[in-house]
Every structure is written in structure tokens, then in C-alpha cells.
């Protein structure tokens, strides 16, 4: 799910990064800030259970 | 407008007129007293009733008012959204797996005759797939018109680069994160998060910005939903109520409790005239059920407050099953259950315990009540992502007709949601995916010989043929709803091939010098265990690719990154015309680079490599789960015996359409940039594929 967020940018770096966000292949600026977000995140954030994430594959028809 | 002014005035008015009924009913107002004290229960009842029916009645005058303004809107605006457009309408029929092969054998004996008309009248093509050839990829294609390092999607599975762990590639569900401890209880403070890692945008959003509908029916890879203008039920990705993608429970009086593939087995035990057992439900829950024989062909179920009916053979209906999830709280789901052994050892067979669409414990829809909608329509339906229990058949949990009856049934409730949406729809976009078509050729692809034929003596030899011709009347059926304003497509992801020999890519990368294991361990567990990761160069899990342990990406990578490109150009040299040391063909006719056939912000999340494999062979069981075995290759002995995790170019899948188009080599991405140029819109830049373009006749 999405939620609305107001976060003030500085003008000059969100207009460089307007002019590249589909050079770069993405679909928006909201999709490359989100993209930036995560991978500073993940080095950040603790990894989730293992086991757990296995489990949830659990069912999935083309693994055993 | 000041709404919230508006709203506290039309309550003021509703409370004095309740508040003078009131009086007058109770007979205040004439001082008669006879009547019975009312309590308020009875007074909140009324002013709920009240309130309906005064809003209702607003609602209705207000509607009747602005009719005319509404039509002006819609007429001045229509003509500027449908201006350019060439079509009303499109019809996207999505055929999971349908294999040019076979369609094209069957065509030209005249045994698909709807499709057959359709490639008359407009064109039929071999449609390139995605590389990798698997679904998740290639329906993300499909909706987003990018190649898989712009949408994220390069397998089922991902791989966190912190410790080497597998997940579901394209959605993590996290669970609530604030808790109030009661007990043994934990009550929930927050929603439990949902993310889509699916990544770009699908045509249908672009479509709705114009204000141009669609109706999206279970295409792989939505779940969960998002917001856009339009309707949208999730598919592939949707777990059952336990979170699992989807875990049978097998139940017999002479079953020792385990885990089997894909399920639980557990015990029934024996209690006068019937027996007893307790299906498992979320965290730890269970529901206790009994089963009671009350004539020598007829059984009843006793669950959850419940009585149903069972035969040998024959499944329940869809029984709605609630399980404890804390105090004074229950989370819903649905199940189905088949008798499948009565004498003299009794065995039941349970689905997975799905999301129930009237009440489901995670979004499945968009607007949230369209799940809810289709339920009350058209009866409960199976929401889990892949609901064709597959591993049941493989386990034996289920014979194959029980396999088949269930994907009937599950391919029966697609049609209804279908040809609903079908009706409704006078302008705008319907797509709907039909799995059928994809696991069933996955569990009978045995019943085919070497060449694809059907084997004379096979038990189940015409499965594959009548599934196809099956599809063919679903295409026949949907003719009615196709004008001339109306662009129909049938189209299949990929195509098929038969499953006989496994690859171990892990071992091959051990025998030859890449992967490591620990000292002490002679063979690795599921998901690496037993790897050492500071000796090993390369690894694989999953079905489509080749990962290097890169230094600065793998948390233990040793690979530095000025030597990728050299490691990589030197196991695409030794793994492509890998020979399969039984029978001496080549089992990998191509490996590809993935820095060379993708491109976009994603590369990065990629396998490194994408080994080709040829017709007969996949990654085997071992291998996708991240294992090693003791030998290299492997005979594949289960039900599932039909895959497409193959070079690509082995396993097309088919377009048709109803229109002729100027359609050299298309390929999926070039489905959603063909929807935007059929409605007059602009394809955006970051669209890899290309519109097929009308052809003037």
C-alpha cells in the first residue's frame, strides 16, 4: 500500500534527477526515490528470519 | 464545499426527527403511558434503520438532481479520452503456458476451430517470451511492456544479499510489528505490511490516469493490489491464510503426523462410528472437526459449527472456516475437503485454507470490496496464487482425477468472474489469466511421448488435448462479446516442454572448483547450508539463473568486481553444450549474460547468469532450493513432468488477435505499448516494447 508523504527536496537535485528518471528505465520519480530508499535500507535494516522466509515458500509448485 | 459542516447538519436534523418519531411512538407527546419501557438497544436500532433510509433518499434526489450535468461531463470528456482511440475495447484472454506446438498440431487437424478463426480474421504469431521463460517474469513483462531489470521480477524467487535467503520475489508481507500481551495472547496494534516488489507501472494504471477502465482478472504478479482506476482481483503471489503459497493438510487414521512436500500429513483418530482430527490454521491455531459415516456411501463433516455432507471422491463445496487469532478475534478462510480413502483406513484431504474473499485477512482486490463483490455474484472462489494443488498429486495426497476435478472447478469460477466482467464492459480493457492451462500440462505432460504426442496407452492421454480444446470454447465463447470495435487477444506466456532430467548446477559448480562446502560436510543443505561462503566464487538457487559471489554485493562475497566479467565469460564457456553423460546430448544450449540481455535500474537484484537449457531438462529439484547432490544430472520422477524453465527460444507462447497487425518477431513486451497505441496514447520512454501497428487494408 502507498501512503502520502510531503518531503521537501532540494530544488536543483530533484530537477536533476527529473530529467534522468527515465533514462535511467524507471517509470517515475517516486519509483527511483523508492529504489534509493530500499537499497539504503537493506544495509541498515537487520536481515529477516531464514527459516521463516522459507517457510513461506512452502507450497510453491516449482520448488521441492 | 464544507463537508464536514454539511455532514454534523444532515446528523442534527436526523437525531430531531428521530428524536419527535421517537416521541411520538413512545406516546410522550400525548402523555399516554401504557406502553412497555423501550430500552435503547431497540432506539439504536431504529436510528441506524433511519439513517439509512433518510440518506439513501438524499442520495437519490442529489443523483437525480446532477443526472443531466453528469452526462454533459461525460459526453464533453469521452470524446477527448476516446479521440484518438482506434478500439472501445480489448479483450486480453491470457492462456498460462499454451504451447505453438500443440496449437498449431491441433489447428491443423481442425480441432481448435474458434482459434483457428481467430488466426483467419486477424493473425496468429509465435510470441517471444521472457528470459527466463517463467511466468512471474513474463506476465510482469506483459503488464509493465519492460524487460525484467525494469520490473524487478527475474524468477519466483529472490535472494537477500545479507545472508543468502531466499524470498518470494514479488512480495513481502511483514507482520504486525506492535503487539499488546495478554497471556498467551498477542494482540495486534498494527496492520501487518504488504509490498508489492513487482516494480514499474502496468498499462492499466497509465490507462486509468486517462480515465479509461479496466477490468484486471487474477494476471500473475498483482498481489497485492494496487490503486488505479478500474478492477483488479490478485493472482500468483496471494498466500493461504497460514502464509505459505499454499499447504495441503492429508489426513489418515494410518498416517504418522510429518511434514510432507507441500503439505502436512496428520493423524485422524478413531471415535465411535467416525473419526476425529484438527485442521491447522494460523499461528498455531487448529479446528477441531469430525467425520461420521451415516450410510455405507455418505459421510458427514462436523466443523466449525458446520455440517456437511461428503462421498468418496466427490469434494465439498467451499466451507468458510474461522480460526482463533487472539482474544475475542478471528481471522476467516476457505477450504474444500475430498474423502479419498473409506475402507478400511479413512483418509482426508484438505486444501490449503485460503483467504476468504467476503472477508479476506490480506488485500486481494482493488476496490477492496470487488473480492467481496464477485463472492456474493458468483459464489466463493480460490484466491490462493496458485491454487491448483500440484504437490498434493505429486505426494499422493490426491489421485490425478481429483487433481483434474479441482482445476476444473477453479477454471469454472475464472469464467464466471470473466464472462461477468465481460458483460459489463462496454469500453475500456479486460484481462483475465487462465492457470489451467499451465498446470495441468505441468502434472500430464508424462501422458505425451518424446515428440509431444500423445502415448496410445496412457491412462490420461487425451488430458492435454481436451484441456486445449476446452480453451478453444472459452475463446468461442468470448466472440459474442467481440464487436468491430473491439480488439480480442489470446495469448500464452510461454510455451511447454517435457520435464526429464534435472540439473544440478550447484554440484557441477563444486566438481569443478566454484562452490566450497564446509569441511565437515559432504553434501550442502536446502538454501546453502553447509556452504562456505568464503571459497566460493559462484552459486544457483531458484529456476532461472547463475549468481557470482561478488564482493561488495553477497555479504560474503569473494568475487572482486574487476574479475566478474572474466568468471563469467568463463563458465558461459564450460557450462554451454553442457552433455549429459547418460545419453550424450547437450542439456544447456546457451547461457546468457545477464548484463547483456537486460537493462535497467534492477540489474543489479539479476542472476548473473541464464543457462539455456534445452527441451528435457531444468534445474533440478536440489538445485532450485540451493542444495547440492551427488551427481551432476538426475531422472525427474514425479507427476510434475511438463516445464518451460528452457531457453527461451524453445518455449515461445502464442499470440492471436482479432485484427490484422504488422506483427514481425513480437514478443510479451509489446503487449502493454499495443493497449496505449490502441487508445490513442503516448508510449512512454521506458517501455522496451513496441505497438503492433494496425495494417491498412
Known amino acids: 500500500m502507498r501512503s502520502t508523504v510531503t518531503i521537501k527536496l532540494n530544488k536543483s537535485l530533484c530537477e536533476r534527477a527529473r530529467a534522468l528518471v527515465e533514462k535511467a528505465g524507471y517509470s517515475s520519480l517516486e519509483e527511483f526515490i523508492e529504489h534509493a530508499m530500499e537499497r539504503d535500507l537493506a544495509t541498515l535494516e537487520d536481515a529477516g528470519s531464514k527459516e521463516e522466509l522459507i517457510r513461506k515458500l512452502e507450497g510453491l509448485g516449482y520448488l521441492k | 464545499m464544507n463537508v464536514a459542516g454539511n455532514s454534523r447538519r444532515l446528523t442534527y436534523i436526523c437525531a430531531a426527527l428521530w428524536i419527535l418519531c421517537s416521541l411520538h411512538s413512545t406516546g410522550a407527546g400525548t402523555g399516554t403511558l401504557e406502553h412497555a419501557y423501550v430500552g435503547p438497544g431497540a432506539g439504536f436500532a431504529f436510528i441506524g434503520s433511519f439513517l439509512t433510509i433518510v440518506l439513501s433518499l438524499l442520495a437519490s434526489v442529489l443523483s437525480f438532481l446532477i443526472w443531466p450535468f453528469r452526462i454533459l461531463w461525460l459526453a464533453v470528456t469521452r470524446k477527448g479520452r476516446f479521440g484518438k482511440a482506434q478500439v472501445k475495447k480489448i479483450i486480453f484472454l491470457g492462456l498460462d503456458g499454451l504451447d505453438p506446438k500443440l496449437t498449431e498440431r491441433w489447428m491443423a487437424e481442425g480441432k481448435l476451430p474458434n482459434l483457428s478463426r481467430l488466426r483467419q480474421e486477424g493473425i496468429y504469431r509465435r510470441l517471444r517470451t521472457t528470459c527466463p521463460p517463467l511466468s512471474p517474469v513474463a506476465w510482469s513483462t506483459f503488464a509493465t511492456g519492460v524487460n525484467p531489470a525494469k520490473h524487478n521480477i527475474f524468477d519466483f524467487l529472490n535472494r537477500d544479499l545479507r545472508n543468502y535467503a531466499p524470498e518470494l520475489s514479488s512480495a513481502r508481507v511483514r507482520p504486525a510489528t506492535r503487539f499488546w500481551q495478554i497471556g498467551k495472547w498477542r494482540i495486534p496494534l498494527s496492520r501487518p505490511s504488504v509490498e508489492l516488489r513487482r516494480k514499474s507501472e502496468p498499462f492499466w494504471k497509465i490507462l486509468g490516469r486517462n480515465a479509461i477502465g479496466s477490468t484486471i482478472l487474477r494476471v500473475p504478479i498483482t498481489f497485492p493490489p494496487e490503486r488505479f482506476n478500474g478492477r483488479l482481483l490478485s493472482a500468483m503471489s496471494t498466500p493461504d491464510l497460514r502464509g505459505t503459497q499454499g499447504s495441503f493438510s492429508w489426513f489418515s487414521t494410518a498416517a504418522e503426523p510429518g511434514a510432507t512436500e507441500g503439505g502436512l500429513r496428520l493423524p485422524l483418530r478413531r471415535h465411535g462410528a ?175 511421448d518424446a515428440a509431444g504426442h500423445q502415448a496410445e496407452d496412457a491412462p490420461y492421454a487425451g488430458v492435454i488435448e481436451d484441456l486445449y480444446r476446452d480453451m478453444d470454447r472459452i475463446v468461442g465463447n468470448t466472440f459474442r462479446h467481440v464487436d468491430e470495435q473491439t480488439a480480442f487477444f489470446v495469448l500464452s506466456d510461454h510455451g511447454f516442454c517435457s520435464f526429464q532430467r534435472g540439473v544440478n548446477l550447484n554440484s557441477w559448480l563444486r566438481d569443478n572448483g566454484y562452490l566450497a562446502l564446509l569441511e565437515e560436510r559432504s553434501e550442502s543443505g536446502d538454501y546453502f547450508e553447509g556452504i562456505d561462503w568464503d571459497r566460493t566464487r559462484a552459486y544457483t538457487f531458484g529456476l532461472s539463473g547463475i549468481y557470482l559471489n561478488l564482493q561488495g554485493r553477497e555479504a560474503h562475497g569473494i568475487v572482486p568486481k574487476n574479475e566478474a566479467a572474466a568468471l563469467k565469460a568463463e563458465l558461459i564457456a564450460k557450462l554451454t553444450g553442457l552433455p549429459d553423460p547418460r545419453t550424450g546430448d547437450v542439456s544447456i544450449l546457451n547461457v546468457y549474460d545477464s548484463a547483456t540481455v537486460y537493462k535497467g535500474p534492477y540489474l543489479q537484484a539479476a542472476p548473473d547468469l541464464l543457462p539455456g537449457f534445452a527441451p528435457g531438462y531444468r534445474t533440478s529439484w536440489s538445485a532450485a532450493v540451493g542444495k547440492t547432490a551427488a551427481s551432476v544430472f538426475e531422472d525427474n520422477h514425479k507427476a510434475w513432468s511438463g516445464d518451460h524453465c528452457v531457453d527461451p527460444a524453445a518455449v515461445p507462447g502464442v499470440l492471436f488477435a482479432n485484427r490484422k497487425l504488422a506483427a514481425h518477431d513480437p514478443g510479451i513486451e509489446d503487449m502493454a505499448p499495443t493497449v496505449l497505441d490502441l487508445f490513442g496514447l503516448p508510449i512512454p520512454k521506458w517501455m522496451d516494447g513496441r505497438a503492433l501497428s494496425p495494417v491498412l487494408e
Open chain 2, 274 to 448: 467416525g473419526v476425529e482430527g484438527r485442521l491447522p490454521g494460523p499461528d498455531q491455531s487448529q479446528l477441531e472437526f469430525r467425520l461420521r459415516r451415516t450410510t455405507p456411501d455418505d459421510w458427514e463433516l462436523d466443523i466449525d459449527g458446520q455440517t456437511c455432507r461428503l462421498k468418496s471422491g466427490e469434494y465439498t463445496p467451499w466451507l468458510r472456516l474461522r480460526f482463533a487469532a487472539g482474544p475475542l478475534r478471528k481471522v476467516r478462510g476457505i477450504a474444500r475437503f475430498l474423502l479419498t480413502v473409506t475402507d478400511p483406513e479413512i483418509a482426508l484431504y484438505a486444501t490449503p485454507i485460503e483467504l476468504d474473499p467476503e472477508n479476506p485477512a490480506l488485500p486481494i482486490s482493488h476496490p477492496g470490496y470487488y473480492a467481496a463483490y464477485l463472492a456474493k455474484l458468483l459464489g466463493t472462489y480460490a484466491t490462493l496464487g496458485m491454487a491448483e494443488d500440484t504437490w498434493a498429486l505429486n505426494e499422493g495426497a490426491i489421485d490425478e482425477e481429483a487433481f483434474l476435478n479441482q482445476a476444473k472447478s477453479i477454471q469454472a469460477e475464472r469464467e464466471g468472474m470473466f464472462f461477468n466482467a465481460l458483460e459489463r464492459t462496454r469500453r475500456g480493457v479486460v484481462a483475465c489469466v487462465f492457470d489451467t492451462t499451465d498446470r495441468v500440462q505441468h502434472m500430464f505432460y508424462r501422458q505425451l
